[in-house]
């Protein structure tokens, strides 16, 4: 089965196919200079890819080829005349009949029609504790998207505030950060304040759940009630991607010295992976470069399901691996700073 892989770069987009995982044929750029920032893909079929630009702010476009596109003029806006900006799509999730964009300035939109029209989640964008929200590093922003339409819930993570969760399809949001350390305190809001980086999920167990925070990485077996913090063999609690492998159950991290370094550790370019549900974590880079001190964001690390990882880094290197992280590959391109790594299977 082919793999496409779609790299998301601060000046456009990337196509990697191949048919073993080994040999690439890159294609693009897609929006050249442009801001690549999401993507995702339908039921249907249908590509969306969320962009932004200093001239024409953020949107959405989509393809049924992941080559000619269209942007969606009904997207994600704040209303006229508000003191809130659409800077940036963060993620885009179109899993189910209803898809959902995370937006910086943080907000969550949803569309029922395919993807036509965009329509704002009142009930997280207008928070109660919305007033006290607070900018990460990279601003403040939605990033992170769980979807269960089966029992109507939703987690969605911003930075620097937390994790928040909806049991209504959208209607009423609680926080859920209990357990978690927390970076920026806040007398009025307690329950926020924590700079979540990226969220995973198991399925097949949906109330299993995983969290890269600012300040270590967690798990929850409760739907997010509670986090525990399960860093037994990572070098650093730091760190912006967690993904899961959904066939082997293997989770994958990038570990980055904290606050101001966010670099590997002594250049170790090293991804992590836990075979234990994050009780233990253990790095595999046999093939990575080393003495190599770009990092990995958070929407840059990806799974096929069928052994195959994807990482792209900072410096614009994409690293492939055929065989759960065991050994890698780099891909003979150096593309711009890299945003998101996402891989579709044909």
Same mark, same amino acid.
């Given at each position: ?13 990337? &196509? ?95 569309? &029922? ?234």
């Amino acid at each position: 089965m082919g793999v496409v892989v779609f790299v998301g770069t601060a000046k456009g987009a990337f &196509t990697l196919r191949s048919e073993d995982r080994r040999s690439w044929d890159i294609s693009g750029p897609l929006f050249p200079g442009w801001k690549i920032t999401t993507s995702d893909r339908s039921a249907d079929g249908t590509f969306f890819v969320g962009t932004s630009s200093y001239v024409y702010g953020a949107a959405i476009h989509r393809s049924d080829n992941m080559v000619d596109f269209q942007q969606i003029e009904a997207g994600p806006k704040y209303s006229d005349g508000g003191d809130r900006t659409l800077n940036q799509i963060w993620k885009l999730d179109c899993s189910s009949s209803t898809f959902y964009a995370g937006v910086d300035e943080a907000g969550l939109f949803r569309s &029922t029609d395919g993807g036509s029209q965009w329509k704002p989640v009142d009930g997280l964008n207008d928070h109660p504790t919305r007033a006290k929200w607070f900018p990460g590093n990279g601003g403040l922003c939605a990033h992170s998207l769980l979807v269960e339409p089966a029992r109507e819930r939703l987690h969605c993570g911003i930075s620097a505030v937390g994790v928040f969760r909806s049991d209504d399809a959208g209607e009423t949001w609680q926080t859920r950060n209990d357990g978690v350390r927390v970076i920026i305190e806040d007398q009025d809001h307690k329950d926020i304040g924590f700079c979540v980086h990226a969220l995973a999920q198991d399925p097949d167990a949906p109330d299993h759940i995983w969290r890269q925070e600012h300040t270590g990485m967690f798990r929850s077996r409760d739907g997010g009630d509670t986090w525990q913090a399960i860093e037994d063999g990572l070098p650093s609690t730091f760190g912006f991607p967690i993904v899961r492998d959904h066939s082997s159950r293997n989770l994958y991290s990038f570990p980055l010295d904290k606050d101001e370094y966010r670099m590997p550790a002594d250049g170790h370019f090293a991804v992590y992976r836990s075979t234990d549900d994050g009780d233990s974590w253990e790095p595999r880079g046999s093939g990575l470069p080393q003495r190599f001190y770009a990092g990995v964001l958070r929407g840059a690390m990806d799974t096929d399901h069928d052994g195959g990882v994807y990482v792209g880094s900072t410096a614009g290197t994409v690293h492939t691996s055929h065989d759960h992280g065991e050994s890698w590959q780099t891909v003979e391109a150096i593309l711009p700073r890299i945003l998101t790594v996402d891989v579709y299977q044909d």
